[in-house]
């Protein structure tokens, strides 16, 4: 691995770990406690973002790789975004069917607790995170193993380690199966911008539906999935 991607890597877990520096010290300079959460996520995120285009700008200048054309690039970005919106549908029936694991994630809830507290903070599941995701486990991550072994082998290991870092494992194959997605789109475009677009515009529905949707509406949806369940597959 490119010395230069070790501290990608390290400015990503730094930015991680930042908070317990972090929100001690917002604490000292008396922020809102209801906004020293996103706060600090703002700031750890911007510059963490900063600093990684920073260190990649000789890489995106250089331009080393094919380079699809404008069309194809939106055309599967466009067809990303739905094709990842169908896998995780799949792995989320297959988590609730087999593993009886019902679906809604407890950490896009807690980012829409803080996004409606502080509206300024979507810009981080919205713009930050789809980027610097796709930096680290795709193009890093993703394109080290791929160098090493097969898609189908790099493409799990790196969407494994990317559902990890999410802190949810009951939602691992949901998470597996985006980064499969978003593996496929790299390769098959060879652009990074494709799967930082389609991981866009995925967390972009997600959390604008979520954030402006009653929370009684959506546990309403939820309630009406779980009737269909198990007219469809109550009888197996």
Known sequence: ????????????????????????????????????????????????LIITLFLLKPEFRRGKRQRADA??????????????IFAQGIAANIEWYLFDIRPGSENTQFLMDIARQTPAFLIVPILYAPILEEIVFRKILFGT???????????????????????????????????????????????IIVPIMAHLGMNSLAVMTQYFLPEEEIERILDQMEQMQTILFGGF
């Open 1 to 48: 691995m490119p010395k230069h991607y070790w501290y990608v890597m390290l400015t990503y877990i730094i930015m991680q770990l930042s908070s317990i520096i972090g929100i001690p010290l917002l604490v000292l300079f008396r922020i809102p406690e209801e906004h020293i959460v996103s706060t600090w996520t703002i700031i750890s995120f911007t510059a963490g």
């Open 71 to 84: 069309g194809k690039i939106v055309l599967w970005s466009i067809l990303g975004i739905f094709i990842a």
């Open 145 to 191: 193993f791929y160098k090493k072994m097969n898609f189908f082998l790099a493409a799990l290991l790196s969407s494994l380690i990317f559902g990890i870092i999410h802190m949810e494992p009951e939602h691992l194959l949901i998470y597996a199966s985006m980064g499969l997605v978003f593996a496929y789109l790299y390769v098959k475009t060879k652009r």
